[in-house]
């Protein structure tokens, strides 16, 4: 355990959070942005204990982390970038590692098998908010990424971005169908709105 000197948490949910009150006492340092600190140390519904009937052991963070962020660890430049939408403690870490750019999402692009397919993040926490997902997909797509290790699929080594696009794509896709339901839903009309020119490229 001595080996591991921080814990980078992507998001505060229990499946990639549980143990970092554990990792800490051990002196592992814990990093996650602002909105993760705050549900890690409350260990409140937005670490969704709820939805594998547990309870959440809070933890303190040691380091707060902002989008753009530069971290030294291990001899390895890491840049944070915050991608809320999944959860609001959503944060990727790029590890820049020999000229590539290799990013550590958490659950903000899930992969299928082979890195053939993409999958998005669940929308049961309670901070989930679509129309914050896409622009935070819609953003990634912009920046090169060469490998991604999702948190939940298979290490895609050499595709990142590609994957990234894919994810971006599936999201709008997603979006469109939901436009379609707003005549019945017209309580989600605002949700939509800010997206809505982007929405119409797809259609
Ligand atoms: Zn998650």
Same mark, same amino acid.
């Given at each position: 355990?001595?080996?591991?000197?921080?814990?980078?948490?992507?998001?505060?949910?229990?499946?990639?959070?549980?143990?970092?009150?554990?990792?800490?006492?051990?002196?592992?340092?814990?990093?996650?942005?602002?909105?993760?600190?705050?549900?890690?140390?409350?260990?409140? @519904?937005? *670490? &969704?204990? $709820?939805? +594998? #009937?547990?309870?959440? /052991?809070?933890?303190?963070?040691?380091?707060? =982390?902002?989008?753009?962020?530069?971290?030294?660890?291990?001899?390895?430049?890491?840049?944070?970038?915050?991608?809320?939408?999944?959860? @609001?403690? *959503? &944060?990727? $870490?790029? +590890? #820049?590692?020999?000229? /590539?750019?290799?990013?550590?999402?958490?659950? =903000?692009?899930?992969?299928?098998?082979?890195?053939?397919?993409?999958?998005?993040?669940?929308?049961?926490?309670?901070?989930?908010?679509?129309?914050?997902? &896409?622009?935070?997909?819609?953003?990634?797509?912009?920046?090169?990424?060469?490998?991604?290790?999702?948190?939940?699929?298979?290490?895609?080594?050499?595709?990142?971005?590609?994957?990234?696009?894919?994810?971006?794509?599936?999201?709008?896709?997603?979006?469109?169908?939901?436009?379609?339901?707003?005549?019945?839903?017209?309580?989600?009309?605002?949700?939509?709105?800010?997206?809505?020119?982007?929405?119409?490229?797809?259609?």
């Amino acid at each position: 355990m001595e080996e591991v000197s921080h814990l980078l948490v992507t998001h505060a949910q229990f499946d990639h959070a549980s143990h970092a009150a554990r990792l800490r006492r051990h002196g592992v340092q814990v990093v996650a942005n602002r909105e993760g600190g705050e549900a890690l140390v409350k260990g409140d @519904d937005r *670490c &969704v204990g $709820y939805a +594998v #009937h547990g309870v959440f /052991e809070p933890c303190t963070v040691d380091r707060v =982390v902002s989008d753009g962020e530069r971290l030294a660890i291990g001899g390895v430049e890491i840049r944070c970038l915050e991608a809320p939408g999944h959860a @609001d403690s *959503c &944060v990727i $870490y790029e +590890v #820049h590692l020999r000229a /590539e750019r290799l990013w550590f999402g958490g659950d =903000v692009i899930n992969v299928g098998v082979e890195c053939q397919s993409v999958e998005l993040g669940w929308n049961g926490g309670p901070d989930y908010r679509r129309a914050t997902y &896409v622009e935070t997909l819609r953003r990634l797509a912009k920046l090169p990424c060469d490998h991604l290790f999702p948190g939940h699929g298979p290490a895609c080594i050499g595709d990142g971005h590609r994957l990234v696009d894919m994810a971006y794509t599936l999201a709008m896709m997603e979006l469109r169908w939901r436009v379609r339901r707003v005549s019945v839903t017209p309580f989600e009309v605002s949700d939509v709105d800010s997206h809505y020119e982007i929405v119409w490229r797809w259609i």
